[in-house]
Nanobody
Framework: QVQLVESGGGLVQAGDSLRLSCVAS????????MGWFRQAPGKEREFVAT????????YYADSVKGRFTIFRDNAKNTVYLQMNSLKPEDTAVYYC?????????????????WGQGTQVTVSS
């Protein structure tokens, strides 16, 4: 089992950048693919980005491609989401999640472990 704690959210202006972090407990972080999801007010949670357990492969939602970067440091049990050129429509609670397996995963159902979320608010 793994426990996840996100941080780094906040209130920023459109065009600004933020870096979210997600620290995992336990000694098996490198065996988990990781994902970032977000949920805006009144909307369903949606996929943002995912990375394989070794960090060699990533995949992004079209809405963030070219602006967001997911990367990880397995020595620090941490996955990051670098968010650049933020837009008001990026406002949401951002969650990190962990999935066992050798691939990366888009579907929420593949992720049994979730953090509590961190709020990102982008003003226009």
């Amino acid at each position: 089992q793994v426990q996840l704690v996100e941080s780094g959210g906040g209130l920023v202006q459109a065009g600004d950048s933020l870096r979210l972090s997600c620290v995992a407990s336990g000694r098996t972080f490198s065996s988990y693919a990781m994902g970032w999801f977000r949920q805006a007010p009144g909307k369903e949670r949606e996929f943002v980005a995912t990375i394989t357990r070794g960090g060699s492969r990533t995949y992004y939602a079209d809405s963030v491609k070219g602006r967001f970067t997911i990367f990880r440091d397995n020595a620090k049990n941490t996955v990051y989401l670098q968010m650049n050129s933020l837009k008001p429509e990026d406002t949401a609670v951002y969650y990190c999640a962990a999935a066992q397996g050798t691939n990366y995963y888009v579907a929420e159902r593949m992720y049994p472990y979730w953090g509590q979320g961190t709020q990102v608010t982008v003003s226009s």
